[in-house]
C-alpha cells in the first residue's frame, strides 16, 4: 500500500481537504485506497493462476506455502479497513488499544521508508 502519504492526484478531482467533513474525508480515503488496492489485486490473480498452473504441472500441493502469502493480503486487507473506518468515526471509536492500533498501521505501511 506504499506510504500513508497520498499525493494530491490519488484523491478524488471535486475533494477539498481543508473543508471537508469526516464523511467527505472518508470517502476520499476510500476512493485513494480503492485504487491502491486494485494493483493487489490484480497481483494475487496473477499469483492464484501460477499456484494452480504449478500444482497442476508438478502434482504437489502447494497450498501450505501460499498460505503465507493470503494472510498477509488478509492483515492488509483489514489493516486497511480498519484505518479506513477510523475515518469514517471521525477519528473517534479507534481500536481502543493503541499497540494494537499501531501495529495495524505499521502493517499497511510495512517496508515503506528506507
Given at each position: 500500500?506504499?506510504?500513508?502519504?497520498?499525493?494530491?492526484?490519488?484523491?478524488?478531482?471535486?475533494?477539498?481537504?481543508?473543508?471537508?467533513?469526516?464523511?467527505?474525508?472518508?470517502?476520499?480515503?476510500?476512493?485513494?485506497?480503492?485504487?491502491?488496492?486494485?494493483?493487489?489485486t490484480e497481483a494475487v490473480q496473477s499469483f492464484d493462476i501460477a499456484v494452480f498452473e504449478a500444482e497442476t504441472i508438478f502434482g504437489i500441493d502447494i497450498t501450505q506455502k501460499t498460505e503465507v502469502l493470503r494472510s498477509c493480503?488478509?492483515?492488509?486487507?483489514?489493516?486497511?479497513?480498519?484505518?479506513?473506518?477510523?475515518?469514517?468515526?471521525?477519528?473517534?471509536?479507534?481500536?481502543?488499544?493503541?499497540?494494537?492500533?499501531?501495529?495495524?498501521?505499521?502493517?499497511?505501511?510495512?517496508?515503506?521508508?528506507?
Amino acid at each position: 500500500m506504499r506510504t500513508p502519504f497520498i499525493n494530491a492526484p490519488e484523491y478524488p478531482v471535486d475533494y477539498d481537504p481543508i473543508s471537508a467533513t469526516s464523511i467527505e474525508k472518508s470517502k476520499a480515503h476510500v476512493y485513494v485506497y480503492v485504487n491502491r488496492w486494485k494493483p493487489l489485486t490484480e497481483a494475487v490473480q496473477s499469483f492464484d493462476i501460477a499456484v494452480f498452473e504449478a500444482e497442476t504441472i508438478f502434482g504437489i500441493d502447494i497450498t501450505q506455502k501460499t498460505e503465507v502469502l493470503r494472510s498477509c493480503v488478509t492483515t492488509l486487507y483489514a489493516s486497511v479497513k480498519l484505518y479506513l473506518d477510523y475515518l469514517a468515526a471521525g477519528g473517534k471509536g479507534y481500536h481502543p488499544n493503541v499497540e494494537r492500533k499501531n501495529e495495524r498501521y505499521n502493517f499497511c505501511y510495512a517496508g515503506s521508508s528506507g
